[in-house]
């Protein structure tokens, strides 16, 4: 049943076009897995590439027992030398590992391979399926057709959820099919709002552990911790230490819902294989009262590590990270606290391939939106007034980016062009006389006012043509604040970013409502659309998943070695070209998700060139059409044939 022969496969890097990213040719596979004989586990690696090796392996240091997959090995072995095999000695420690074909059983519980009824006859005989399946077989349209029934079936968003997630870990291609051909109905569930629910609830709904978990017992041990994921060849990492879990604050361990949503993403929207996507989780310990109350709480019961200790752990996860994946791995960081987050971004942006999705992701996406937005209302960055409620990675990362870009088509210096743009905080509006007492990365937006305690008063003052909820707290654009609003402006744009939807600052109703329908309106969670005196209203998400996924693949197709913030802003300028005259008839500022694997591969390649462009690139010679390479990269759902 099993055969662990010697085997010589390509390994996905040797395929050519799109190296490593590509999903290989397609041509009828086995499903092929690579297992270490320990005597109570088995487990599989790299499905997706094929490996050169022979088991029992030669004797190998166990430190030295995984090389760099990029081929940037640290240590001897050469290029591709993924089990360390070339440097073994006589007297070092070994993982036995061995090739085999999956089959009958196993092959059904492995969602990297799994097919369910649409194994055909002929991979029924060859895997020693016949009988562990009833006899019809069905193509993967109709798993489709009676997967999305299934989902809908279920009133409750968590149940969904819940559906998707078990779909996700039984039968990989049909999730991800299913979630691409109804992205808009989907990501609602597997994304904002649900998933910050999903998240809350996360230790008592789930059964199956997802993702890597590194916490503070681990320290010291990172590298051996990475060792036991199964996959080796990972391209992106999204981590997150749950401290700020969307607009519902310290989540602590149960934060790992984000990192599995964004990775699904990765794939769905951007085409990233699944294989290559490592969510990862630190944890530190919890602030979280409740949950360390809670009996059923997943993670460490003890309250946050900070300073020294936070930083050592951090500081040996990145550097195992390079040395496991290589220098091209992305690592997002994602909902960081915001006392951590800017530290790490400004830490190791010139060492790793590091990209902050809610700094830097979210103004990328912010500032397609408003350059979008000014078609319908007319004028240029720099004769726009720009509020923001909340001065945190969100609210100072679109600060800065509208800065950057207005500062480059006016030609004016930055510091000149920031004094159109203001903030609030929990504390009023940021003014100069509040300089002193000012974390780092407000002190920019401490333009010369007197203090203004709220918001409508700042409304009121400043006069801002566009208003941007950054707070996480929902509500608090009031009605005398949209009114505020509309009565300065003609069409005022005002975007709530925040989420779940709770948290969003004001619904799309609201927004619509108050302004008498004349206001430019997107969210970070969906808003169904708002019928207006007679007139449908259709708001757009303004959400980061516009930018990471097509963002992420621009860098690893080309082998972009850091993020640059032109980078930013050319994945900015593809996404607002990618909005239509349709769009815009309609009011949207962004165009609709169904079409995001397009837009991604727009967004992947603008990146990408910019990369050349700035010699960050290391993938050469430049592919001549970046979106076709792009298109090629991507990852397709489809079921392949089993030989
Ligand atoms: N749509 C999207 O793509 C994205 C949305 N977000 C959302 O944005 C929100 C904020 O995220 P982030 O910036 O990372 O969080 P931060 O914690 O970094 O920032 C929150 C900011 O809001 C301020 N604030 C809190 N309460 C109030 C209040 N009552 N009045 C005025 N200001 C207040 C805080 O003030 P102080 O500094 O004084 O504490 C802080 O400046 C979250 O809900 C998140 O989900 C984030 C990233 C992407
Ligand atoms: C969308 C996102 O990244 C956030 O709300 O944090
Ligand atoms: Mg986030």
Not at 102 to 130: C, I, M, Q, V
Not at 345 to 371: M, P, W
Not at 630 to 640: I, L, V
Request: charged content about 20%; glycine content about 8%.
């Amino acid at each position: 049943m099993f055969s662990s022969t010697r085997c010589a496969f390509l390994n996905n890097a040797g395929l050519g076009g799109c190296g490593s990213i590509c999903e290989g040719a397609r041509k009828r596979s086995s499903p092929m897995t690579v297992v270490c004989m320990t005597p109570s586990s088995s487990r599989s690696v790299d499905r997706n590439s094929s490996v050169v090796m022979e088991t029992p392996l030669k004797e190998l240091k166990k430190d030295s027992a995984v090389a760099d997959v990029d081929g940037d090995s640290v240590s001897a072995g050469g290029p591709q030398d993924v089990y360390g095999e070339d440097r073994a000695t006589e007297d070092q420690f070994v993982t036995p590992w061995s090739v085999s074909v999956a089959s009958g059983y196993t092959l059904l519980r492995d969602p990297h391979f799994n097919k369910g009824l649409a194994f055909s006859e002929k991979e029924r005989d060859a895997h020693y399926l016949r009988g562990l399946l009833p006899p019809t077989v069905i193509p993967q349209e109709t798993q489709v057709k009676k997967m999305i029934r299934h989902i809908r079936q279920y009133q409750v968003p968590l149940q969904k959820y819940m559906a998707m997630m078990d779909l996700q870990e039984r039968n990989e291609r049909l999730f991800y099919t299913l979630l691409i051909n109804h992205v808009e109905e989907l990501l609602p569930v597997v994304y904002t709002p649900t998933v910050g629910e999903a998240c809350q609830k996360y230790g008592s709904i789930f059964m199956r552990p997802q993702g890597l978990y590194i916490s503070l017992k681990e320290k010291g041990k990172i590298r051996e911790v990475l060792r036991n994921w199964p996959e080796k060849n990972i391209q992106v990492v999204v981590v997150t230490d749950g401290e700020r879990i969307l607009g519902l604050g310290d989540l602590g361990c149960q934060g790992m819902g984000i990192p599995v949503g964004k990775l699904s993403l990765y794939t769905a929207l951007g085409g990233v294989r699944p294989s290559a996507c490592l969510p990862i989780t630190i944890d530190v310990g919890t602030n979280n009262e409740e949950l360390l109350n809670d009996e059923l709480y997943i993670g460490l019961k003890q309250r946050r590590a900070t300073g020294q200790e936070y930083a050592e752990l951090m500081h040996e996860f990145m550097t195992a990270l390079k040395q496991t994946y290589g220098e091209k791995v992305l690592i997002q960081f994602e909902d960081f606290a915001n006392h951590n987050a800017f530290d790490l971004l400004e830490k190791y942006r010139s060492t790793h391939l590091v990209f902050n999705d809610d700094i830097q992701g979210t103004a990328s996406v912010v500032l397609a939106g408003l350059v979008a937005a000014l078609k319908l209302v007319g004028g240029n960055l720099a004769d726009h007034r720009f509020l923001f409620l909340g001065a945190g990675e969100a609210g100072t990362g679109i600060a800065e980016l509208i800065a950057l870009e207005t500062s480059k088509q006016t030609n004016s210096p930055l510091e000149e062009v920031r004094k159109n743009i203001w903030l609030v905080d929990s504390k009023g509006l940021i003014v100069s006389s509040r300089k002193d007492s000012l974390q780092h990365f407000k002190k920019p937006w401490a333009h010369e006012h007197e203090p203004v305690r709220n918001l409508l008063d700042a409304v009121n003052q400043i006069k801002p043509t566009v208003l941007i909820g950054t707070s996480g707290q929902g509500r608090t654009f009031t009605k005398e604040v949209i009114e505020a609003m509309a009565s300065n402006n003609e069409k005022p744009i005002i975007l709530s970013l925040s989420n779940p939807t709770s948290q969003s600052e004001c619904t799309a109703e609201e927004a619509y409502k108050w302004s008498q329908g004349r206001a430019i309106f997107a969210s970070g969670s969906p808003f169904p659309p708002v019928e207006y005196e007679g007139k449908v209203f259709a708001p757009g998400q303004a959400n980061n998943a516009y930018i990471f996924p097509g963002f992420g693949l621009g860098l690893i197709m080309s082998g972009t070695i850091r993020v640059h913030d032109d980078l930013l802003l050319a994945a900015s300028e593809a996404l607002a070209s990618q909005v239509s005259q349709e769009n815009y008839d309609k009011g949207l500022i962004y165009p609709p998700f169904t079409n995001i694997r397009k837009i991604s591969a727009h967004i992947a390649a603008k990146v990408a060139a910019k990369a050349y462009e700035l010699g960050l690139a290391t993938r050469l010679p430049q592919p001549k059409d970046l979106v076709k390479f792009a298109e090629s990269c991507m990852y397709t759902p489809s079921y392949r044939s089993y030989r």
